[in-house]
């Protein structure tokens, strides 16, 4: 039983090192720091370590120290507000903008129309995809890769995203639509005439 036991905590330290850079690339996509994110991940991983007996399978493993992962970067979010290092954020409301990608009647304008990205199933298991996706996301402002991260990727509520960023509501979804209009703009940019 012991062997088992010791077999099954190596193959996790194995994994964990494996996406070792993957927790790196996410951790980097909401912290906007590289020192920082390290410091987030190796947090994660010490905890994923420490807790290791407390893994009950439900999930993947990976899937079960990302979600560690989750809580060191909102620490190291507000640790960051704390320190000063990141304002509350602040981005002037451009209505017309997204007035613009739609007709009267609510439908997209024929050159703001989303493209086809075929099986969304082969697409989310392809590596390139992600390569793409984590390069959109890095070419986002600052502020809108942290509101579109800390939703999408972290499923904070609006209401959590207002209170951890200083954020109103409506400010906080026009960035959002914001952040999916410029992510979908890049994808299918990078993505789709890659894949054509």
Known sequence: MNQITTEGT???MQRLVAV??????????????LVR????VQ???????EKDDTFAG???????VFGILKYKILDALRAQRREGWWQPLDEELDEAAIDRQFQKNGRWEKEARPSDWGNPETTLHSERFWQIFDLCMTALP???ARVFSLRELMGLSAEDICRETGLKQNNCWVILHRARLRLRACIER???TENV
Request: proline residues 2%.
């Open 190 to 192: 990078d993505w789709l």
């Open 20 to 33: 070792r850079p993957r927790l790196v690339s996410f951790a980097r996509l909401q912290l906007r720091d």
């Open 10 to 12: 190596q193959d996790r």
């Open 58 to 64: 439900r999930s993947g493993y990976e899937t079960w």
């Open 43 to 49: 947090e994660a991983i010490e905890a994923a370590i």
């Open 142 to 144: 600052d502020t809108a």
């Open 37 to 40: 994110a390290e410091d987030a």
